[in-house]
T-cell receptor, first 109, second 113 residues
């Protein structure tokens, strides 16, 4: 089955800096790669996703890149703000979704 | 917030007991996936139901079972509860199986003592 690895497990940045989270996946059949943000005590919220026929997608301050050959994808957050502090999860799916272990992002004011 | 609801919000059970958790999917969604999220970890895939049939299962023992009803709501049943079953149980609904956005419910926090 699919195996998703996510790095780093924790990330601390200064407000205004950029943050990058990286994931690798094992199943070449995976074709859908979402990113979720989970705040303490709340449900995961979809923030951006990308499909295997696209190499990059951007939505305001967040962007995702996908390298199908290398089986890795990354989340980029620019101009970070304290409210970006949360746990971020990547996932990969062909039929069923598998999640990475998460990255705890802390943005210091 | 999504239109996905779960009940109950919290539950405390004793080891060896059985539990049923419920999930109502978002309107128009025919697929429900269930996940177990232990503290500090990512959601672990339990199984998925698509149009009332199981459509994939993660690495969970048979004492984890489920159902999907004609209105696409779903139940997760866990028999012979163990201490390690203590976790947040999340369901997520989507338009169909495969590469579609999944929208999560608020979760059920299960504590096994």
């Amino acid at each position: 089955g699919e195996n998703v690895e996510q790095h780093p497990s924790t990330l601390s940045v200064q407000e205004g800096d950029s943050a990058v989270i990286k994931c690798t996946y094992s199943d070449s059949a995976s074709n859908y790669f979402p990113w979720y943000k989970q705040e303490l005590g709340k449900r995961p919220q979809l923030i951006i996703d990308i499909r295997s026929n696209v190499g990059e997608k951007k939505d305001q301050r967040i962007a995702v890149t996908l390298n199908k050959t290398a089986k890795h994808f990354s989340l980029h957050i620019t101009e970070t703000q304290p409210e970006d502090s949360a746990v971020y999860f990547c996932a990969a799916s062909e039929s069923n979704m598998r999640f990475g272990a998460g990255t705890r992002l802390t943005v210091k004011p | 917030e999504t239109g996905v609801t779960q009940s109950p919000t919290h539950l405390i059970k004793t080891r060896g007991q059985q539990v049923t958790l419920r999930c109502s999917s978002q309107s128009g969604h025919n697929t429900v996936s269930w996940y177990q999220q232990a503290l500090g970890q990512g959601p672990q895939f339990i199984f998925q139901y698509y149009r009332e049939e199981e459509n994939g299962r993660g690495n969970f023992p048979p004492r984890f079972s489920g159902l999907q009803f004609p209105n696409y709501s779903s139940e997760l049943n866990v028999n012979a509860l163990e201490l390690d079953d203590s976790a947040l149980y999340l369901c997520a609904s989507s338009l169909a199986t495969g590469g579609y956005e999944q929208y999560f419910g608020p979760g059920t926090r299960l504590t096994v003592t």
